[in-house]
């Protein structure tokens, strides 16, 4: 039985010996600076993602007239601040929605649409 008990016991010090060596290396937050750079790469990352995900259905969808606004209605939100009244993604939106009118010109929830377009 002890010496079944050993190899575990010698894996479970190897475990506690490198969880609290990498406990003790990270001890000390990082600056803020690196948290709001990860923050940011997540936050691109996930809008990247989020982009794929429309496109992957558009891909066999195209004609989706619905899929397609609301992808752009995405990429002007997503990092839309109200406070600011900025969008940093706002030449690439505007690229998409003039793509959107093209490809469905006739298309009424197109235009009907416009309004998230032109606010006051």
Request: with cysteine.
């Amino acid at each position: 039985m002890i010496t079944t008990l050993i190899p575990h016991l010698l894996r479970v010090s190897v475990v506690i010996l490198i969880v609290s060596s990498l406990a003790f290396s990270q001890s000390e937050p990082e600056s803020h600076l690196h948290y709001k750079k990860l923050l940011k790469s997540a936050q691109d990352d996930l809008y990247q993602e989020f982009l794929k995900a429309y496109d992957d259905y558009l891909e066999k969808n195209p004609t989706d007239v619905f899929y397609n606004i609301e992808r752009c209605k995405f990429i002007e939100n997503a990092f839309y601040d109200e406070y600011d009244e900025y969008n940093p993604r706002q030449d690439e939106f505007d690229i998409e929605y003039q793509k959107l009118l093209k490809r469905f010109p006739n298309e009424p929830a197109v235009r009907l649409n416009i309004f998230w377009v032109l606010k006051p």
